[in-house]
């Protein structure tokens, strides 16, 4: 899962090299929290107008959880 988040997000971003997941221990309520970190300059390219391109990611990340029977919560740090 932080393979497939980093993937997403090093095609938004100018500087691929910059990106990075943290994976948090799951929580009581069972829950995964993803910390996303980008380079300053690129923290819009991740979250999009209204947050639209930043929804598309949870969207995304938490249909694969879903396969994988997980629940799971992106940041963007």
Not at 60 to 69: G, H, K, P, V
Request: hydrophobic share 50%.
């Amino acid at each position: 899962m932080k393979e497939l988040l980093i993937a997403i997000a090093a095609g938004l971003v100018e500087d691929p090299s910059a990106v990075t997941a943290d994976v948090d221990e799951i929580n009581e309520e069972g829950v995964i929290v993803y910390h996303l970190h980008v380079a300053e300059g690129d923290m819009g390219r991740v979250i999009g107008k209204q947050g639209r391109i930043a929804k598309a990611i949870r969207t995304l990340m938490r249909a694969a959880a879903n396969r994988d029977n997980q629940k799971i919560m992106v940041e963007i740090d």
